[in-house]
DNA sequence: TGAGATACCTAGTCCTCTTAGGTATAGTCT
DNA sequence: AGACTATACCTAAGAGGACTAGGTATCTCA
């Protein structure tokens, strides 16, 4: 069980960066979540809708109702430039964090 | 900058990492912080104190005051035992999102 | 005397996850 | 046909923690 904190933290990057390898929905948002995180990462459908709202208020996701082929209809969300722009934004904010701990660790650990 | 999201989310481990390393004290852990994340993290007393209080009503830190060498009253908080389990726990936590953000990102960096 | 660093603390506000619900469609099994 | 599951969207109330802004006190130096 990830904590809450950690869910928090990693939401806007994670949900950018599933969103930067190209347009999706829902709940197939969350189903690359779990398969990228090994299983570990169970987001729920109430912590989704909101971080996805939010980030098309902020305008760094556009989103388009679409019917698929098999004849549902489905919220399609995709990346904006300034989308782009913000995810590099926590990649790189996400690393610094990282490599403060390390500093704190003592750096023992390789990652490759 | 760092995100309130991000700040949240490395204050436990951070802070037990902190203490991993010996006793010490509100302000000496606030700079040795701003330290350690060279001049990222600027932890503001708002945050620590209520965070360290936290942690001790878990028992995952203890504390005593103590009159310093110069003539000052501090109260110093080390690790319990549990402390110790909580910190790798924090450790493999913060490791297992990192492994999955690398994922996400196509894992195109090699951290040293 | 005054300023600044050191040293502790708390209250109100804001933000976001969590829990727990609601609605609807498509496919499968009996 | 009816029931169940997976898919698919959404929201509201509660809780937890950082941020802002305040309070108190001591020590040092000009």
Chains 1, 2 share one sequence.
Do not use: F
Request: contains cysteine; positive net charge; hydrophobic residues 40%.
């Amino acid at each position: 069980m990830t904590t809450r904190e950690l869910v928090a933290a990693s939401t806007r990057p994670l949900l950018l960066s599933v969103l930067a390898r190209g347009e999706s929905y829902g709940y197939a948002i969350i189903q690359a979540v779990l398969d990228l995180s090994g299983g570990e990462l169970e987001w729920s459908e109430g912590m989704l809708y909101p971080a996805l709202h939010r980030l098309e208020r902020e305008g760094l996701v556009l989103s388009r109702w679409k019917t698929s082929d098999e004849g549902r209809k489905r919220k399609y969300y995709r990346l904006s430039a300034n989308g782009r722009k913000a995810l590099e934004k926590e990649k790189s904010q996400w690393l610094s964090m990282h490599e403060t701990l390390l500093a704190a660790w003592g750096r023992v650990l390789c990652l490759s």
